[in-house]
């Protein structure tokens, strides 16, 4: 009889915490905030796909915006190509009408001072009571061809003074065709790193314009 008391009060507390363990091993139906749920929403694919496509886009637009701005200076360069040769075509016409004035000028100069001086011209325009009407013709002439004269001078001296302005203005914008080249190479680039339908495209664009 003592034996089995004994065994009573021993199985008793081993059912005890039998009970205890399996209330212990019970997970918890409410997920911690802080659980693989959440891990996963802030590390999603989505989100990484997201910010992938803002890197491609800022990219992408970045390169838009070096092919615009060297198009428009290359567009530029050449509308001063266009202006320097028109200005050194005029400034040559202007150069020869400058010669032509010049040459007028120094004839009317020429009589003028004969008449003034004691020459057989002047001797016979004074018998002939000419002289002084010869003199102011001569004179007039003269002016004539000194204002012609001077207003080529002018157009000339403007014109050279263009020309060097032109010269510097295209030194200064260098050469954009070279850096519309480097951009468009970008483009290409980052079009074929994405995988891009248009790469194909434009490559095949630019070789058939000769890159």
């Known amino acids: 009889m003592v034996y089995q008391d004994d065994k009573t009060k021993t199985a008793g507390p ?10 212990s091993n019970q997970t ?4 911690s ?6 891990r996963s929403k802030s590390n999603s694919p989505t989100a990484d796909v997201d910010r992938g496509q803002e890197g491609n886009l800022e990219g992408i637009e970045e390169i838009e915006n070096r092919i615009a701005s060297a198009s428009a200076r290359a567009e530029l360069r050449k509308h001063l190509e266009m202006k320097l040769q028109q200005t050194r075509q005029t400034l040559q016409s202007e150069r020869n009408r400058l010669a032509e004035a010049r040459a007028t000028l120094m004839r009317e100069e020429k009589d003028v001072k004969q008449l003034e001086s004691l ?3 002047s001797i016979l325009y004074s018998l002939a009571g000419r002289k002084d009407e010869k003199l102011d013709k001569e004179q007039q002439e003269f002016l004539a061809a000194k204002l012609i004269y001077d207003n080529a001078a002018s157009a000339v001296s403007a014109l050279e003074a263009d020309l060097e302005a032109l010269a510097r203005e295209l030194k200064q914008l260098g050469d954009p065709q070279e850096n519309l ?3 468009l190479h970008a ?3 980052f079009l074929l790193s994405t995988d891009d339908p248009k790469a194909e495209k434009l490559i095949n664009l630019q070789q058939s314009r000769g890159r």
Do not use: F, H, V
């Open 119 to 121: 020459t057989l011209a």
């Open 33 to 38: 905030p802080n659980g693989p749920d959440s």
């Open 28 to 31: 918890p139906n409410n997920p």
């Open 14 to 23: 081993t059912g005890e915490n039998c009970s205890n363990d399996s209330k």
């Open 181 to 183: 080249a480097r951009a």
């Open 187 to 189: 483009k290409e680039q």
